[in-house]
């Protein structure tokens, strides 16, 4: 299937260029009506059935599960990132000595979620970091991260990108040498899942979690997360009544269950329903399952050559293969710069998020070559101005 752009489907402005869907995705038509419809739902509670507590948030998880080649038991809905690795890491017991491993720079969620778990196990705490020196840090990193792995490294967590440059991470052989050594390989998957093909069984992650409104289209306060088999018998943050068998039956609420539903359900926030916000995360995932995650990497991969083509023959680098994403990357515009740039982009009604002294530009299937060529021009006017 060869994607055309699909702005149509979106209601963005035609009034700028958003080049920043790793910041927040628009949202689709079909999901605002989702949610517009829900809204209108609610104003006779007596439309809600029992079903409706249980039913659309199962195909929410039978619909993730598809993006990441996992069966629907594996899948909990959550609220956030950090609700989720608190959720994992309540579950995972360090070795004697042992250590825990995250990457520099790691977004806050999961950097002060590890660290606090190292504290409460007694496990050191190891960041590898990039090396600034090198234009291209992907082979390097990714050398140096695999090297730290060992026998006494209890936890390996951290971004399947990173966050703020996209540079693309090796999760089969850092998940492959975790299996081996006997270390949970945990993943924020908010910057990939939705665009870039991820495997949780070929990569072998025991936890992911994934915000679902970034490349998932979906909404803020909802994320979704996936749990190996391992995690099936473990300890949920909090005791929701929908987590336990018989809830659907609402007369014998009171008789208490002491037994969990299957799988990852124990993890589920508690009114998992959510009764608008489910709806609108339900017809995003449709809709990604309908394009297909590698058709939407594959179109954003049409639009981002040229221009990087372009861009490096003005002397921009950019990650080389396998370190780069088409969905996410980042050019290295210098502190002395942001300023200006970020009056550049103003300008220009570019909407495209810098983070340290990276202009972070994230495309989908919103986007079309216009956009790209307006950034190129910005960018060659900043460089033939002086500082």
Same mark, same amino acid.
């Given at each position: 299937m060869n994607l055309t752009c699909q702005k149509h489907l979106f209601q963005l402005s035609d009034d700028g260029h958003y080049l920043n869907c790793a910041y927040k995705a628009p949202l689709l038509r079909s999901s605002e009506y989702a949610a517009i419809e829900a809204l209108e739902r609610g104003r006779n509670p007596n439309r809600i059935t029992t079903k409706d507590f249980f039913d659309q948030s199962e195909l929410v998880r039978q619909e993730f599960g598809l993006i990441i080649n996992s069966p629907a038991k594996n899948i909990a809905i959550i609220s956030s990132t950090s609700y989720g690795f608190a959720s994992l890491l309540l579950n995972v017991k360090g070795k004697p000595n042992g250590n825990a491993i995250t990457i520099g720079d790691e977004f806050p969620s999961g950097y002060f979620?590890?660290?606090?778990?190292?504290?409460?196990?007694?496990?050191?705490?190891? +960041?590898?970091?990039s090396n600034p020196n090198l234009s291209q840090q992907g082979k390097d990193w990714n050398e140096r991260l695999l090297a730290a792995i060992n026998d006494s490294t209890s936890v390996v967590l951290m971004s399947s990108i990173h966050w703020s440059t996209g540079l693309k991470y090796d999760l089969e052989a850092i998940g492959a040498k975790c299996r081996a050594v006997g270390a949970k390989f945990l993943i924020d998957g908010a910057q990939t899942i939705g665009a870039l093909p991820l495997d949780v069984?070929?990569? /072998? #992650?025991?936890?992911? +979690?994934?915000?679902?409104?970034?490349?998932?289209?979906?909404?803020y306060s909802m994320c979704l997360m996936y749990v190996h088999e391992d995690f099936f018998d473990g300890i949920p943050l909090e005791e929701a009544w929908m987590n336990r068998e018989a809830a659907q039956d609402f007369s014998r609420l009171s008789e208490y269950n002491d037994n969990y539903q299957e799988g990852a359900f124990r993890y589920n926030v508690g009114q998992t329903s959510n009764f608008i916000l489910t709806p609108l995360v339900l017809s995003s995932l449709k809709q990604i399952n309908s394009w297909g +995650?590698? /058709? #939407?990497?594959?179109?954003?991969?049409?639009?981002?050559?040229p221009?990087?083509?372009?861009?490096?023959?003005?002397?921009?680098?950019?990650?080389e293969e396998p370190y780069l994403c088409y969905h996410l990357f980042s050019i290295k515009i210098g502190d002395s710069r942001v300023a200006q740039m970020t009056a550049l982009l103003k300008e220009r009604k570019l909407h495209i998020s810098i983070r340290g002294e990276y202009l972070r530009i994230s495309l989908n299937v919103f986007n079309d070559a216009s956009d790209l060529e307006v950034l190129a021009d910005s960018l060659i006017q900043m460089t033939a101005q002086k500082v």
């Open positions: 979620a590890l660290k606090k778990w190292c504290l409460s196990e007694d496990q050191e705490f190891t +960041v590898v970091a069984k070929q990569c /072998n #992650i025991d936890g992911l +979690v994934c915000a679902s409104y970034k490349c998932l289209f979906g909404a +995650v590698s /058709n #939407i990497q594959s179109y954003c991969k049409d639009l981002a050559l221009f990087m083509h372009e861009m490096k023959s003005k002397g921009f680098t950019f990650e």
